[in-house]
């Protein structure tokens, strides 16, 4: 089955404390992306890639870190969480046109 | 830059027609995506627009103008289950920004 996987589906950290957020998917995209989503605010872009080797800031690239070594996988990395990026989180995969999304992190940093 | 306006929230009746618009701006224009999202979930494709016209699939049709920046989605036969929040998406020359979505309430 074609689809986007992202692990933890949910996750509570103290500030500070580096975490990842993992995705991978198995329909041989070059395109892959990181959102994060707040009430009022929507699905604000993170980074994105757009092969391997290839990453670019989106809207909100600050306290983020991504890597694209393999075209399957698309890691996210906090490296010292801080409460404000509590969020939910989605990584998405796209060919053409039309984005497959995983199924989101929810992550709270206390 | 790109800017993606929709409704906030909008209430419709079950078993009726309801219109969702979208207006955008956008540094060229490579297409237009409606996605729809249940809380907590992620973000399903519903439609996609790139020529202008109505694009129909099943009880959900998508329109565009790209002359006017405008695009609605009409949902018709309502259901419970279609209450959620449309995303508005545009592709331009920068990566898929999103509206900032349309929560849709469907009351019996």
């Known amino acids: 089955e074609a689809q986007v996987t992202q692990n933890p589906r949910y996750l509570i950290t103290v500030t500070g404390k580096k975490l990842t957020v993992t995705c991978s998917q198995n329909?041989?995209?070059?395109?892959m992306s990181w959102y994060r989503q707040d009430p009022g605010l929507g699905l604000r872009q993170i980074y994105y890639?757009?092969?391997?080797?290839?990453?670019d800031k989106g809207d909100v690239p600050e306290g983020y870190k991504v890597s694209r070594k393999e075209k399957r996988n698309f890691p996210l990395i906090l490296e010292s969480p801080s409460p404000n990026q509590t969020s939910l989180y989605f990584c998405?995969?796209?060919?053409?046109?039309?984005?497959?999304f995983g199924s989101g992190t929810r992550l709270t940093v206390v | 830059g790109q800017n993606i306006d929709q409704p906030t929230e909008m209430t419709a009746t079950e078993g009726a027609i309801v219109q969702i618009n979208c207006t955008y701006q956008t540094s060229g224009f490579n297409g237009l995506f409606w996605y729809q999202q249940h809380a907590g979930e992620a973000p399903t494709f519903l439609s996609y627009n790139v020529l202008d016209g109505l694009e129909e699939k099943g009880r959900f049709s998508s329109f565009l103008s790209r002359s006017k920046g405008y695009s609605y989605l009409l949902l018709k036969e309502l259901q419970m289950k279609d209450s959620a929040s449309y995303l508005c998406a545009v592709s331009g020359n920068t990566p898929l920004v999103f509206g900032k979505g349309t929560r849709l309430s469907v009351i019996a």
């Open positions: 998405a995969s796209s060919f053409n046109y039309g984005y497959t």
């Open positions: 329909m041989n995209h070059e395109y």
């Open positions: 890639s757009m092969n391997v080797e290839v990453t």
